[in-house]
Each structure stands twice: as structure tokens, then as C-alpha cells.
């Protein structure tokens, strides 16, 4: 499947990024990366089989305490209420929610 990427503004705070994820999952796809560019988030997804949505995805900042029933999938740098913040996603493995 290809990878295509997505702009989410800098401006966000770390819940309002993870629904901005969320809603583009939604869509058949799956959070892979973010890379930093002029204050903003480029977000990479790629692409799933229709109708597929993958578990749900958290983002905490880095030495924050992990929700219980989640994998580390990715660490790196995203903008968050315009400042460079060190993050981590987190996808639940078992149902879950984001609300943890």
C-alpha cells in the first residue's frame, strides 16, 4: 500500500493531534511518522484495505506515563501548541480508548 502525507497545524494541543489522526484513520489508514516543517506536523499515513481502522492511537509526551494496554509505535518530534515537543504514539492492542 503507498504512504501519502498529511499537514496538521502546530497550533494543536497533543488531544486535539490525536483526533486529527484519528479522523484521518478513519479513512483506511494508519499513522506511520511525523516530520516537523515550518511550524507545522506532516504526518505520514499509509494506506489500508478499505474499510479498515486500526486500533486506537494516543500521543504523550515523552517521560509522561504510558495507558495501560499500549505498544510504542513511534517517537520523535511533533509541534505542539507551537512548540517542538518530544511525543510518543501509542496504539491500544486491546480494545482501549482514548479517554485513558
Not at 3 to 24: F, K, P, R, S
Request: aromatic share 6%; glycine share 12%; hydrophobic share 35%.
Amino acid at each position: 500500500m503507498s504512504q501519502y502525507d498529511v499537514m496538521i497545524q502546530g497550533e494543536y494541543n497533543l488531544d486535539q493531534i490525536t483526533l486529527q489522526i484519528a479522523g484521518e484513520e478513519a479513512g483506511a489508514s494508519k499513522f506511520k511518522s511525523n516530520k516537523v516543517s515550518g511550524g507545522n506536523n506532516i504526518v505520514t499515513f499509509s494506506e489500508l484495505p478499505a474499510g479498515t481502522v486500526p486500533k486506537p492511537l494516543k500521543l504523550i509526551k515523552q517521560g509522561d506515563p504510558q495507558p495501560p494496554g499500549t505498544q510504542d509505535i513511534w517517537s520523535g518530534v511533533m509541534v505542539v501548541q507551537g512548540i517542538n515537543t518530544a511525543v510518543i504514539a501509542c496504539r491500544f492492542t486491546e480494545g482501549g480508548s482514548r479517554d485513558h
